[in-house]
């Protein structure tokens, strides 16, 4: 049981290349989502998944494409990256239930992405 | 929209003393989930607490424990011997429990970051 997978760890782009965050989990949980994580500012949504098929967005997500074409997978892709982008990048899942025993978001250990 | 606020950007602890972590958090809603995340600096992002509203009694877990104050919408941690290992970022976040939508993610405050002087 491997939990929340991401990879890279770490990634340098230039201005205006694109790339895809790799996220997976063998939780076989509903729930997905993108966080970014800057100084000051916490943890913000960028995109978020209830299940296979079904996406939308969060807080903060222009400039970022998802999709989910299976429990397991959820990668986000930067379109044309921008210095904006610069963050930390955490994957999340969980199940989808009101039993408080299943509440937890499980974090991967994130991506931090430089854009130049 | 809830939102979720921690008004100490730093905080500092003698080692084996103790140190709470201050949370409000603002919300229309009756049931809904709070936790405290610790963030050291591998990043990694881990659970130390959490706390169901409706729940009356607060939550403990070994040296962390909470204060929840529902009519005031607080949610202070609690560190008991502090350690030099507990040194890290620490982010209060809210669930709903209603999971339709964007309701089932975590709202964040902007963190604290703990130091433990040995």
């Known amino acids: 049981n491997a939990g929340v997978t991401q990879t890279p760890k770490f990634q340098v782009l230039k201005t205006g290349q694109s790339m895809t965050l790799q996220c997976a989990q063998d939780?076989?949980?509903?729930?997905m989502s993108w966080y970014r994580q800057d100084p000051g500012m916490g943890l913000r949504l960028i995109h978020y998944s209830v299940g296979a098929g079904i996406t939308d967005q969060g807080e903060v997500p222009n400039g970022y494409n998802v999709s989910r074409s299976t429990t397991e997978d959820f990668p986000l892709r930067l379109l044309s990256a921008a210095p904006s982008q610069t963050s930390v990048y955490f994957c999340a899942s969980s199940y989808s239930s009101f039993d408080s025993s299943y509440n937890e978001q499980f974090f991967g250990p994130g991506t931090r992405l430089t854009v130049l | 929209a809830q939102t979720v606020t921690q008004s100490q950007p730093e905080m500092s602890v003698q080692e084996a003393e103790t140190v709470t972590l201050s949370c409000t958090y603002d919300t229309s809603e009756s049931d809904y989930y709070l936790f405290w995340y610790k963030q050291p600096p591998s990043r990694q992002m881990i659970l130390v607490i959490r706390?169901?509203?409706?729940?009356?009694q607060n939550a403990t877990e070994n040296r962390f424990s909470v204060n929840f104050q529902k009519a005031a919408k607080s949610f202070s941690l609690k560190i008991s011997d502090s350690q030099l290992g507990d040194a890290a970022m620490y982010f209060c976040a809210y669930r709903s429990m209603n999971y339709g939508g964007s309701q089932g993610n975590l709202i964040f405050g902007k963190g604290t970051k703990l130091s433990v002087k040995p």
């Open positions: 706390q169901e509203a409706y729940k009356q």
């Open positions: 939780m076989n949980h509903e729930y």
